[in-house]
């Protein structure tokens, strides 16, 4: 059974920086398109980042644009959202989310595109 697991999230000072993982186990996420999404409290889910199933895309939502990094290592399974340059607005939970193949019409952003989902981890951005 293809399942992702989140891990990294935790408790940074502003000005920080975390690095979130997404492991996949009981399938090869190759072939998968990984969304991150982040849900603060009282808000709706919204897209981070994307990284198509090759690598070759690569898209980030411009609240993160230059200081969050999307990668994957295919070798270890993994997908990592790098996080710098923290701001007490990026305090959210953090899922990672699979699609096969890859989104359609451009609209990575789109929860609905995804069809596996992890159970997300905390991160509190906080002095």
């Known amino acids: 059974q293809f399942q992702l697991v989140e891990s990294g999230g935790g408790l940074v000072q502003p000005g920080g920086s975390l690095r979130l993982s997404c492991a996949a186990s009981g399938s090869n996420m190759d072939y998968y398109a990984i969304g991150w999404f982040r849900q603060a409290p009282g808000k709706e889910r919204e897209g981070v980042s994307y990284i198509s199933s090759s690598g070759g895309t690569i898209n980030y939502a411009d609240s993160v644009k230059g200081r969050f990094t999307i990668s994957r290592d295919k070798a270890k399974n993994m997908v990592y959202l790098q996080m710098s340059s923290l701001k007490p607005e990026d305090t959210a939970i953090y899922s990672c989310?699979?699609?096969?193949?890859?989104?359609?019409?451009?609209?990575?952003?789109?929860?609905?595109?995804?069809?596996?989902w992890g159970q997300g981890t905390q991160v509190t951005v906080s002095a």
């Open positions: 989310a699979a699609r096969w193949s890859g989104v359609v019409g451009g609209r990575w952003y789109d929860s609905d595109q995804y069809n596996l």
